[in-house]
Nanobody, 125 residues
Framework: QVQLVESGGGLVQPGGSLRLACVAS????????VGWFRQAPGKEREGVSC????????YYAGSVLGRFTISRDDAKNTVYLQMNSLKPEDTGVYYC??????????????????WGKGTLVTVSL
């Protein structure tokens, strides 16, 4: 079973950038598709971006398309989320998850997928 740890969150001003990292241990991430999800205070969790383990194809939610970039470094067992032009509505706890099935993970993440504990991103003046 893979264990995931997120890092890179913090406080940033609107228009700024952050890069989140999701580091895996216990198993290689090449066996999984990986997604980033976020949950804002008082709101439901939403999918942000996913990346396939088979061909590296990315998926982005419409709200982040053109601003966020997902990438994976299999040698480091790590998936990154580069976030640019951040907006206050990007604020939330960001979680990474690993699972089987790229489209299924992106659209229907499940508690039985492997989840990290999250990292807080706050976009504010």
């Amino acid at each position: 079973q893979v264990q995931l740890v997120e890092s890179g969150g913090g406080l940033v001003q609107p228009g700024g950038s952050l890069r989140l990292a999701c580091v895996a241990s216990g198993s290689t991430l090449t066996n999984y598709s990986v997604g980033w999800f976020r949950q804002a205070p008082g709101k439901e969790r939403e999918g942000v971006s996913c990346i396939s383990n088979s061909d590296g194809d990315p998926y982005y939610a419409g709200s982040v398309l053109g601003r966020f970039t997902i990438s994976r470094d299999d040698a480091k067992n790590t998936v990154y989320l580069q976030m640019n032009s951040l907006k206050p509505e990007d604020t939330g706890v960001y979680y990474c998850a690993a699972g089987r099935g790229f489209i299924r993970l992106c659209l229907l993440p499940h508690p039985t997928d492997q989840w990290g504990k999250g990292t807080l991103v706050t976009v504010s003046l």
